[in-house]
């Protein structure tokens, strides 16, 4: 019986997302096939397919041994006319096979990639009348019309033919009007507009697809001519994604010491497999802890497992000998305040059964054995973060990071809290930065360039370094490093890292910092002496300059290299601005210095059809919160427990706190709200939220919060600048 898949089923990747969750990706990890069908005319309706050609494009590069060409028989006669253009006649395809069994190879080629063609609608419509002539069901794929693209970055083009636009781009055109030419042509072209389109701030697959919608004149033009149009094959994410990641919130909103067993229990040096066991079943555990290896100080575990492997393979023999022959070194550890699901997921992958969960001070405080988390789901979701630092490279990481997307929209359809949903993504943002290290620091090595010149620590700054990421995010980063040899060009190799970090990240969909806050910058990029000298510096001159740098920088979090480089900097820092007072009534000036979006009788005021929620709503409790925490030594670093560590501690009005603190949650969700609506409608994704598109409850609570934000200055004792 002829196989009745569906059109979408050529896309069907093996593995646990489909084309809906690539809306996010950005245009250059796409898995793409770009298609190309010579026919027997041009009559949409009653044309026949005589050859199908695609090539693939994996990373922005076109694989050159992966193609797919094959002739196709019609069952009519090929018009003169047409073999004149494609030179393909009727004994060319007299053995081919028909469009069915062609369908069905191409499928199983194709997989589930998203399609490319130039002016491809009509190569849709085509498919589309052949699918319906044969009995087969029809589901229009997912596409990109490269014409309409070239169409939206350059209008005035004297015509938008192959061949005009080749030689804009100084491509030479081979194999015109062969089905396998012109789809090599058009990934050619696809792939030489990726820069422009970036520098027109086009990155991702549903900003394209909206760019493609944008040209209407095209539109109606191929309308009239019956060609299939693209819009109804871009589906933008949509419920796909939202069903996708219909997920338990539990991993993603509890940390490991919620779950984890207090104390860790230890076994002696030298005792035998039989005392160890022993002991685990007077304590009833799982598992027991080892003392450090004298060789690397590293922990060790034994498992009720590992008793019973060495019982079954030595027999009673097993019991007398050291337990040390027996156990695991070394020990995974992940710290306390990790969430759940990076334990899951740790497990997932690596095959471990248990994991030991460590302190702030990096000692053992517990373990996590896979029965604690039974009850929860080891899904493709939950293994998000383990994923991120398998990438190899940056397109592996592109391809990797739009599932994010699907995780918040998950956890937002739960109704798990904005600031919840935040501290996911920051934790994530922070995976991300770190593998790009990982990724940048190999490639150095591999150039030649050789291993780090000197200890160093990479940063991130500002919100990520809070936990208060949504997903509207550009880089702030820094990196420190020890001082320089006398002879060294340290700092030449870190500027090599900085930069290809920051290229990583911006190809990933991270973009580059607009005020220029990343270690590819040399004022982001110093040494550990350095590093004091201008933190001093700030402190003592309280220039606005230094204001808007201190307000980024004191919030920053170690992900990579020597986190104890970055520990003493902190530290530092938090001791000398304590005791700056000009410097932190400048901050606390710099803090109470903004005006709501507020009118009046409290209408919201807009423009552009948008409120900027974060410069007169998130920003200044964010600020408050920091200048708090400076001012009376307090060490935490999220706007929350900044705030309520101040208001546990007596030194701000526990109303107020309550009040901002709700505040604070209210615009996080309207902001991240916003975001997965524009992440679906292709729209470039900011703080700005556009009322109109919110209910009237909705748009009630958002003016209660903002109406809190002026609160921050009695909060600070800071001078009224604004309503």
């Not at 096979?97 to 849709?124: K, N, T, Y």
């Not at 012109?182 to 520098?199: E, S, V």
């Not at 022959?325 to 992940?334: K, N, S, V």
């Not at 901002?660 to 615009?667: F, G, P, R, T």
Request: glycine share 8%; net charge negative; with cysteine.
């Amino acid at each position: 019986m002829r196989s009745q898949r569906n059109l979408r089923g050529w896309w069907k990747m093996a593995g646990p997302i489909d084309s809906s969750a690539y809306s996010a990706t950005p245009l250059g990890s796409l898995p793409l096939v770009a298609i190309d069908l010579e026919t027997t005319g041009l009559d949409v309706r009653t044309e026949r397919v005589v050859q199908l050609g695609a090539v693939r494009i994996v990373s922005s590069e076109i694989d050159p041994a992966d193609g797919f060409d094959a002739l196709v028989r019609p069952d009519i006669a090929i018009p003169a006319s047409a073999t004149a253009i494609h030179g393909i006649g009727d004994s060319d395809v007299a053995g081919a096979e028909p469009f069915p069994a062609i369908r069905d190879r191409f499928a199983e080629w194709a997989a589930e990639s998203i399609l490319i063609g130039w002016a491809v609608g009509f190569d849709l419509a085509v498919l589309q009348a052949e699918h319906r002539r044969h009995g087969l069901s029809w589901n229009p794929p997912r596409a990109l019309d490269v014409r309409r693209l070239v169409q939206a970055l350059s209008p005035n083009l004297p015509e938008l033919s192959l061949e005009t636009v080749a030689a804009w781009l100084g491509l030479p055109v081979v194999g015109r009007h062969t089905a396998t030419g012109d789809a090599l042509l058009t990934a050619k072209i696809y792939i030489a507009l990726l820069p422009r389109l970036r520098d027109r701030g086009i990155l991702t697959l549903t900003q394209a697809e909206r760019a493609c919608r944008a040209q209407t004149q095209l539109a109606e033009e191929e309308a009239r001519a019956g060609w299939l149009d693209i819009d109804v094959s871009a589906d933008g994410g949509g419920e796909d994604v939202a069903d996708f990641a219909r997920i338990d919130s539990y991993p993603y909103t509890h940390r490991l010491r919620d779950v984890m067993q207090i104390p860790p229990v230890f076994l002696d040096d030298g005792a035998t497999l039989e005392q160890a066991l022993g002991l685990m079943m007077a304590r009833q555990v799982s598992s027991v802890f080892l003392p450090p290896s004298p060789e690397d100080g590293r922990y060790g575990i034994l498992t009720e497992r590992d008793v019973l492997r060495a019982i079954d393979s030595d027999k009673g023999q097993a019991l007398a000998r050291p337990a040390t022959d027996f156990a695991t070194r070394p020990l995974y550890m992940l710290a306390e305040n990790e969430f759940v699901y990076r334990a899951m997921g740790a497990m997932t992958r690596r095959g471990f059964r248990h994991v030991g969960v460590t302190s702030r001070d990096g000692e053992p405080a517990g373990a996590i054995s896979a029965r604690d988390l039974l009850r929860e789901r080891t899904g493709a979701a939950a293994s998000l973060g383990d994923t991120i630092e398998e990438a190899d490279d940056a397109a592996a990481l592109g391809r990797i990071w739009p599932m994010l997307s699907g995780v918040a929209r998950g956890l937002v359809r739960e109704g798990v809290g904005s600031r919840e949903v935040a501290s996911v993504v920051s934790r994530e943002l922070r995976a991300l930065t770190r593998q790009a290290c990982v990724i940048a620091e190999r490639s150095l090595r591999d150039e030649g360039l050789g291993e780090p010149p000197s200890h160093y620590a990479f940063l991130v700054l500002g919100s990520g370094g809070r936990g208060e990421s949504l997903l509207a995010m550009d880089q702030d980063n820094a990196l420190i490093y020890q001082a320089d040899a006398p002879d060294s060009d340290a700092d030449g190799w870190f500027e090599r890292l900085g930069r290809r970090v920051s290229d990583i990240l911006d190809e990933v969909g991270v973009v580059y910092c607009s005020g220029g806050v990343m270690a590819a910058n040399a004022a982001w990029r110093r040494d550990a002496s350095s590093w004091r000298g201008l933190i001093d510096g700030w402190l003592r001159k309280s220039r606005p300059e230094d204001i808007l740098s201190a307000d980024i920088f004191f919030d920053f979090v170690p992900v990579y290299g020597e986190a104890a480089l970055a520990d003493e900097l902190r530290r530092h820092a938090l001791s000398a601005a304590g005791r700056a007072r000009s410097f932190l009534q400048a901050l606390t000036i710099n803090a109470g210095n903004f005006r709501t979006p507020l009118g009046l009788m409290g209408r919201l005021r807009t423009e552009n059809g948008r409120v900027d929620l974060k410069i007169g709503g998130i920003m200044p409790i964010f600020s408050a919160a920091r200048v708090l925490a400076l001012r009376h030594g307090l060490p935490d670093r999220s706007t929350r427990r900044r705030l309520e560590a101040a208001r546990d501690a007596g030194h701000a009005d526990a109303d107020v706190v309550d009040n901002l603190l709700e505040a604070h949650e209210i615009l996080l969700e309207a902001i991240l709200r916003q975001q997965l609506r524009d992440l679906d409608a292709g729209e470039k994704l900011s703080n700005r939220v556009a009322p109109s598109q919110m209910t009237a409850h909705d748009r009630d609570q958002l003016r209660w919060a903002l109406h809190q934000a002026p609160s921050v200055r009695d909060l600070l004792g800071a001078p009224l600048f604004g309503p």
